[in-house]
T-cell receptor, first 115, second 114 residues
């Protein structure tokens, strides 16, 4: 079972460079999420997608864009990377039905450093 | 708006000793409560959940948590920890009304000392 797959696992960027973090899930979940994890701050929601074709801002969306390409894939783009975006990024997915209760399944993370 | 407070950022404990990781939440509506665990260099995974019914919920590896509505708490306990329990633990809350958003606490690092 692949679950939630994130690529790449590691990335180093220079300030101003752009990149896209990829995420795919094979569990037929309707909702997908992007979080960033920073020491002492827990997980903060960047963007989420409740269903294919919809996206919404989370707690810290500035500097990011997302695309829900299809039901399986949800990408996160940094157009002009800044050192403040150095973080570990996690993609998650969930089934938001009354039975599934929005239990979230996480990928292994992408560790991004912006120099 | 809902929020989660984990009062301890780090908890060191000797192997085979008991441990309690504290979690308090704030919400104006009925909630679902979760504990997630993150092992080093991995993503988070669900440890246990409270949805309804019995206020005491248990995981397969010996952890348990009790939902206390009057104290708005969902503390995680284990009577005897193992080295393999070393990880970061996140408490989370979700609106039981069906909205997709889950709010996570800042995490507690459990360090089991041999």
């Amino acid at each position: 079972n692949a679950g939630v797959t994130q690529t790449p696992k590691f990335q180093v960027l220079k300030t101003g460079q752009s990149m896209t973090l990829q995420c795919a899930q094979d569990m037929n979940h309707n909702s997908m999420y992007w979080y960033r994890q920073d020491p002492g701050m827990g997980l903060r929601l960047i963007y989420y997608s409740a269903s294919e074709g919809t996206t919404d801002k989370g707690e810290v969306p500035n500097g990011y864009n997302v695309s829900r390409l299809n039901k399986r894939e949800f990408s996160l783009r940094l157009e002009s990377a800044a050192p403040s975006q150095t973080s570990v990024y996690f993609c998650a997915s969930s089934l938001t039905t009354s039975e599934a209760k929005n239990i979230q399944y996480f990928g292994a993370g992408t560790r991004l450093s912006v120099l | 708006a809902q929020s989660v407070t984990q009062l301890d950022s780090q908890v060191p404990v000797f192997e085979e000793a008991p441990v309690e990781l504290r979690c308090n939440y704030s919400s104006s509506v009925s909630v679902y409560l979760f504990w997630y665990v993150q092992y080093p260099n991995q993503g988070l995974q669900l440890l246990l959940k409270y949805l309804s019914g019995s206020t005491l919920v248990k995981s397969i590896n010996g952890f348990e948590a009790e939902f206390n509505k009057s104290q708005t708490s969902f503390h995680l306990r284990k009577p005897s920890v193992h080295i393999s329990d070393t990880a970061e633990y996140f408490c989370a809350v979700s609106d039981s009304g069906g909205y997709q958003k889950v709010t996570f606490g800042t995490g507690t690092k459990l360090q089991v000392i041999p």
